[in-house]
């Protein structure tokens, strides 16, 4: 029922300004353009009242703060991701959602939020749609996602299974291992296993890859 009162106060108090703002418009047009300029700010206002006054329902994650409506947190994102997904880890928990250009973005965060992502059903979210433009060109096709859901379910459980901590500690000196190898005994890095500080040489990354 409050959150019936705070919206409905807020959509009174929004119209009753539009409503106003015609008024004065026709009455004396020389305040257009006073209204024009303010009525950002005003969209603003009634968005930040919307953040705080409105109770939030306990069985949602948080919703970051953000001042302009549509854009939400477009920016902090865009400019840094991992740093905005960080502090707001910090500041509202493993599992929050934000606001970028107009849509909701839910984020889970941790090892409880891995194991959501990793082990989620296909009737709570559809990842398939999302990643299969960004990881077909990268893993190929008939792997991660793009394969029917039953089929990348049996794939997910080799994943999870493969990112446990004891074995992402094991994969670190079996990389390191391998790019020793690389260093030591291939031709293309002739120069490095000459070991002459004095002298600089040079490779084709894509050939080598």
């Known amino acids: 029922m409050a959150v019936s009162h705070v919206s409905s106060f807020i959509y009174d108090t929004f119209s009753n300004y539009a409503n106003y703002v015609r008024t004065q418009i026709v009455e004396n047009p020389l305040l257009s353009l006073l209204f024009v300029a303010a009525t950002p700010l005003v969209v603003v206002i009634i968005n930040v009242l919307q953040q705080l006054l409105i ?3 306990p069985s949602e994650p948080p919703t970051v703060f953000h001042w302009f409506p549509f854009i939400g947190s477009a920016l902090a994102y865009g400019n840094d991701p991992l740093s905005f997904l960080f502090g707001c880890q910090e500041k509202y928990g493993d599992v929050f959602t934000f606001i970028l250009l ?5 984020v889970a965060l941790g090892p409880r939020g891995n194991n959501f992502i990793l082990g989620g059903k296909s009737t709570v979210f559809n990842a398939e749609d999302v990643y299969t433009k960004l990881t077909t060109p990268v893993f190929g096709k008939d792997v991660v996602y793009d394969v029917p859901n039953e089929v990348f379910m049996e794939q997910k459980k080799f994943i999870k299974a493969g990112l446990s901590t004891d074995n ?5 000196v079996m990389i390191e291992d391998e790019i020793a190898e690389f260093l030591n005994y291939d031709s293309n890095f002739s120069t490095y296993q000459r070991n002459d500080t004095k002298e600089w040489g040079s490779f084709d990354v894509t050939k080598v890859l």
């Open 168 to 172: 992402l500690r094991a994969y670190v």
């Open 102 to 106: 107009g849509r909701r973005v839910t």
């Open 55 to 57: 109770p939030k329902r």
